[in-house]
């Protein structure tokens, strides 16, 4: 027991050393430099060429080739790449994999202490797709604010088309003078077209990497269908700009009304950690007999299921479809 607690402690630092590292690297302003630096080559590359590569994500799953090799054998992988693309993380598939097996390790290791019963199953399972949770979490925070600078992006695109600059030149322009997320989108598509890719793929593979922005693929069919059908892409840009703000002014309004609800699931949901903690400085030997016994097992798995679908549950009701 004694090494199984010393595993646990030296897995939990080594977890919190790497959340550390990262939230150094979101709070500091490297990133944003990096791509500042990357968008200025855009305007003095020209045509295309090696500059043209700057803001295009590598598709790497590992950095050892070997590991390299043997994920890209495994469709998994593939998804679980399409995923990391669609967020801000600096993160290989790999890197994703093994943060899961930590967590899996860590919650076994936690059902062994707890000697065990369903917990065998249950404690692996959710610690291990924490940080799959994660990744989706960094995805609809990155989804929320390219809707909210998409607006400004397609009002600057209108203003350059009106200046007489070209369709692939309004979209250099957004790349060069947004900030993050909308100008690394806009700027692969522009990077893609100049590398001799269509212009319809290279404005659909947008829609790709944010599957779940639906002002953004209102966006790219508007533009792909005025450039088979002709129009005045101007106002189109404009009317759909309109619609976007209305649409975030709406969905401002509407977390101001659910933010009751939201804050209650917060609450409802971390009470019985809360409680679990409480007990535990106050009166271990009375919980303890939930580990021990093994009624205690079963009731202890009831209410971590319970408590996930409650939670969800929750969720879904104060979510509001467009």
Known sequence: MKFILIG???????????ALVYTMRFLGDRRKDELKRRLSNLGSGGGGGPQMTGVLRIGKLAQNPAVDALLRSLKLSARMEGLLEQTELEMTVAQLLSYML??????????VIGSGGITFVIMPLLFGLLPLFFVMYKRNQRTTRLSQQLPDALEMMARS??????????FKMVATEMPTPVSVEFGRAFEAQELGMPFEKAVADMTRRAPDN????????????QKETGGNLVEIIEKIADTVRGREKFQGKLRG????????????????????????????????????????????GYGIISWILGF?????????KM
């Open 161 to 170: 088309l009106r200046a007489g600059h070209a369709l692939s030149a309004s």
């Open 102 to 111: 930590i967590g899996s390790i860590l919650g076994f290791a936690l059902a």
């Open 257 to 300: 009304l659910t933010a009751e609800g939201r804050m209650s699931s917060y609450i409802v949901g971390g009470l019985p950690f809360v409680s679990v903690l409480f007990m535990l400085l106050s009166n271990r030997a009375y919980l303890m007999q939930l580990f021990e016994e093994d009624i205690g097992k079963y009731i202890l």
């Open 312 to 320: 969800l549950w929750m969720r879904k009701m104060i979510k509001v």
């Open 8 to 18: 646990v402690c030296a897995i939990t630092v080594f977890v919190l050393l790497e």
């Open 214 to 225: 639906q002002d953004l693929k209102i966006f790219a069919l508007s533009v792909i269908v």
